[in-house]
């Protein structure tokens, strides 16, 4: 089995730079044998935020790649965390907001992006875990997508 | 004292069939001594899923309702991945999104239609733990509530 | 090194009386070496309730003061719980839910009034923890933060 590391690497996925915390926050704490990240924004590639509302400034492809681009941010900073993703023995939780308007209720579609992203390098059994996608009214600095995590590692 | 399968039969509560996952998740993950939920929707009695915004489509009775159907469908995740449910030794957790308008502010007894199953099942002690409720724009499919559960069990 | 209550002394701050739960839960709840708490509301030195909607009822200063105050109230369930605040070894996490309009986007901004509070009450290193901040549609009772909290503890 190829570690999740080497997986990284056969699919071709380059990580972002660190995230600079937007507040007083760090973002990873390691409690036990638990890894837990802050909420982590979306960015393209130059760098910048990815800003707007699913729904109404960016479709569901584009929500879909915003939670994808959250989700290489939170791999980024548990690496910087753990020195290696290889530390990581299984996904336990996502919880994922999404910045739309009252009547989008395809949540579970964007925040997808994220969970495919996880599943394809920690593997289907130690990939997937459990999830919770809402709608909110509005996320830091205009962001579509906010999204924070938890994984079990080894010691 | 009556074990909490006992409790369950004695109030008279018939569990719903598990809950399909809308996305790339599961319903519960087991870490160390704590069985997690992802956020769980609620159905009518025909297993389809309730819709619409507490306040505006729900008044707060339906509301309340919706939110005890979405508990019932986090007990019966806990048994599918426990086997019963009396390997649950008490509640630690229930976060709760009321999807509802911006003048909706009774999101505690919205929620209370989970938390008082919670403690019917689980007893006064153990079956009421921490909580927070929050009003949202919009949630999954267009569901009024989506709850999600933390409970302590034995190994 | 003065122990968080000294500092909590040294800094002026007085705890307010404990938050009566507002619905089936507690305020805090402790399992393993962790105690983690429900929303917490913010209130005013009269002990009342701070309602209306950062960026509309009240201003980013009034937020931040609003966060601060949610913040104290955790303390104290906190102090509640554990005797002393003594026992807090870290601050894990918080999650700080902010009442505002869709195009509020200072999240960041208003959950720093309870992140500084416990930066300086429990310190820079042990103080500062990971945390997630969105903007919600609603919170109960029309209170502009709801924030919750998770700290490491000793036996």
Same mark, same amino acid.
């Given at each position: 089995m190829p570690s999740h590391e080497e997986r990284l690497q056969a699919l071709g996925i380059e990580l972002p730079p660190p995230a600079v915390p937007? &507040? #007083?926050? @760090?973002n990873v704490i390691v409690t036990g044998n638990i890894a837990a990240t802050s909420g982590h924004l979306p960015s393209d590639e130059s760098g910048n935020l990815i800003v707007g509302k699913v &729904? #109404? =400034? $960016?479709d569901l492809d584009a929500g879909f790649a915003a939670a994808r681009s959250a989700g290489l941010a939170i791999l980024t900073s548990l690496r910087e965390e $753990? &020195? /290696?993703? =290889? @530390? #990581? #023995?299984r996904l336990v939780k996502v919880l994922g907001f999404v910045n739309c308007d009252? =009547?989008? /209720?395809?949540q579970p579609a964007v925040i997808n992006g994220c969970s495919e992203l996880f599943r394809d390098v920690f593997d289907q059994e130690e990939g997937v875990g459990i999830r919770s996608a809402v709608g909110v009214t509005s996320l830091p600095l205009g962001v579509p997508v906010e999204l924070e995590a938890m994984v079990e590692i080894t010691g």
């Open positions: 937007k &507040g #007083v926050y @760090r &729904g #109404v =400034d $960016l $753990l &020195g /290696t993703l =290889d @530390r #990581v #023995v009252p =009547d989008f /209720t395809m």
